[in-house]
């Protein structure tokens, strides 16, 4: 036969073949380009949209995880422990102020009345007067902070799931429902240690356990026998026991939400300015080998720290009015007949007294008192996360 007609007579077997071939060589095309994308879908230098939502959760869960509970909790509290030991003697000195303590008061209202203030209680009880109450201050801000700094973090992460939700306002509202979350399980050790730093007499001073007596077993409201019926309403509610450990809590909480909040929203705001591309090189560090992946380089020592003075000034500003209204309503057993006001009458009382100004007495302490030690709570949390690998 000839060769032409043999070729011819070949091709209609080749022919069947080649569909199946076809049909193979898809597949395989198909299976490499499948691997290739889930490849490329984790490499870490692509950008947000090519990476898998498990990856995402997985951050997520870790922050979750008991490790970094427990990491960022001992941080938090060993942060807050040093800010309050560096400015311990003018935190004393600022609770006598606004507290109106009656063997005070002719120092109230200048610097040469603060210097007057901290010689007075040196010459009465040594270097340690300056420190009273701070043992209490240690066992109240070390769950406080640890609380606080904890509650922050977790709260962030379920309001900011991405980057293009970090506004302002998700910042501010996370830092304040951590702010009062830590309050509420911490307040009581904070009326105790007020208490402490508001006496000042030298003899028959009261110890920690008859501080804690006294407050529960406190009765601030006295009714006269004559009294219409209506007067009587109030004495259903407990007044004395458990309830008398959260007497000021409402202004607390009320400070707290624009404190707590504007606290971490400039921090974290001031922070994003330092980290600008054009600001890096003198205000970063390089990132530890042990950072966790996305997160932000840590700031030098003097960007951190200018972060946080800035931060303080900004929170202490906006919430000192009721924070004055609080320690007067801490110390309503402790002064006078022990009767309790409510916000709206001791806010009265201090306009009655002093006028405008009286809401903020002590604020000049109250700067030089909140600068160093916001300043020095969130440069130790930075560094201790950076300690701890988170």
């Known amino acids: 036969m000839p060769p032409a007609l043999i070729s011819h ?38 950008d947000e949209a090519s990476v898998p939502r498990s990856k995402k ?24 422990c040093a800010a309050k030991t560096v400015v311990a003697p003018l935190d004393r000195v600022k609770i006598l102020f606004q507290a109106h303590n009656p063997h005070f008061l002719k120092y109230a209202g200048s610097w040469w009345g603060f210097g007057e203030a901290i010689k007075d209680i ?6 340690m007067g300056l420190f009273r109450g701070h043992s209490a201050t240690l066992l109240r801000i ?16 379920l309001v900011i799931t991405r980057k293009d939700h970090e506004t302002s306002l998700r910042r501010l509202v996370s830092g304040s429902l951590a ?43 006295t009714i006269p026998k004559n009294a219409p019926a209506s007067a009587h309403a109030p004495a259903l509610i407990p007044r004395t026991g458990l309830v008398n450990f959260y007497r000021g809590f409402s202004p607390t909480v009320l ?19 330092f980290r600008h591309p054009k600001l890096a090189r003198w205000t970063t560090l390089p990132q530890p080998e042990n950072a966790p992946a996305g997160k932000a380089a840590p700031l030098r020592s003097w960007a951190e720290l200018s972060a946080g003075g800035i931060a303080g000034l900004v929170s202490q500003t906006v919430s000192y009015p009721l924070e004055v209204i609080r320690r007067r309503m801490q110390v309503g057993g402790a002064v006078g007949d022990g009767h309790r006001l409510t916000i709206g009458e001791t806010a009265k009382l201090i306009m009655r007294e002093r006028g405008f100004r009286g809401f903020f007495v002590g604020l000049t302490i109250g700067y030089a008192k909140v600068v160093p030690m916001v300043a020095t709570s969130f440069y130790t949390y930075e ?4 300690f701890f690998g988170i």
């Open 9 to 46: 007579a070949s091709m209609p077997g080749s022919a069947s073949n080649e569909p199946r071939e076809v049909a193979a060589d898809a597949f395989r095309l198909g299976a490499r380009m499948q691997k290739e994308k889930s490849e490329a879908a984790i490499c870490p230098t692509d």
């Open 57 to 80: 959760d997985s951050s997520s869960q870790k922050k979750r995880s008991l490790d970094y509970l427990w990491r960022s909790g001992v941080a938090g509290g060993l942060a807050g």
């Open 255 to 273: 400070g707290m939400l624009p404190y707590a909040g504007m606290s971490f929203l400039t921090h974290d705001t001031v922070g994003d300015i």
């Open 122 to 127: 040196y010459r009465q009880d040594g270097l």
């Open 383 to 386: 560094r201790l996360k950076t």
């Open 179 to 221: 702010g009062v979350t830590s309050v509420f399980f911490t307040y009581p050790l904070e009326l105790i240690r007020v208490r402490l730093a508001f006496e000042t007499k030298r003899e028959g001073r009261s110890s920690l356990r008859s501080i804690v007596r006294q407050i529960y077993s406190e009765n601030a409201l």
């Open 142 to 157: 070390f769950p406080y902070a640890g609380i606080k700094f904890l509650a922050y973090e977790q709260i962030r992460a």
